[in-house]
């Protein structure tokens, strides 16, 4: 996620210098390339997390719901929608890219304006999932803090003893 992030930061620069004060791209060839880079290596970032995303999501859940509410941030909530909404769009993206990949013809490998032109197409459709996750994840990390030092069920618990310790 923090590769995410700076990967943003740099997009954020990189778009500021390279528009116009309404926004419009002074090179809207050289900014569409930066753009399909940006989406490249935003969904780079995010791959090494993509298989373990449904188990960060649901362990957040459950050390949210365990949290004293004095510790909850009231975003969280609305945050882990926004990523279980990102993550399921992903999947859905990427399950369409593998019938897409499927499909090019024998000779469309890496390299191939088929097979480049339609991976980017496919980048360009996750990134703004992908910019979600970078955006809201951090959320996870918040939590996961919060969870750690909040006091455990088992300090507060009431001590019992038996009979033999009377």
């Known amino acids: ?18 528009t116009d004060l309404d926004g419009w791209p002074h090179d809207d060839h050289a900014y569409g390339l930066r753009a399909s880079q940006r989406d490249a290596d935003t969904v780079g970032a995010f791959e090494p997390l ?10 957040a859940e459950t ?14 909530v609305y945050q882990l929608g926004v990523l279980h909404a990102a993550l399921d769009r992903l999947d859905e993206l990427h ?26 197409e496919h980048h360009a459709e996750s990134w703004s999932y992908l910019d979600d996750w970078a955006t809201h994840g951090k959320a996870l990390r918040e939590i996961n803090t919060a969870a750690h030092k909040a006091p455990s069920a088992l300090v507060n618990a009431p001590v019992r003893r038996t009979a033999a310790q009377k």
């Open 95 to 120: 399950e369409q890219w593998l019938v897409t990949r499927d499909a090019l013809p024998a000779t469309a490998n890496p390299g191939t304006a088929d097979f480049d032109d339609a991976l980017a």
């Open 50 to 59: 993509r298989y373990g995303a449904r188990h960060l999501l649901a362990t």
């Open 63 to 76: 050390q949210l719901a365990q949290l004293p509410e004095n510790t909850v941030q009231s975003r969280w």
């Open 1 to 18: 996620m923090r590769d995410s992030e700076k990967i943003l930061d740099s997009w954020d620069a990189y778009s500021d210098e390279h």
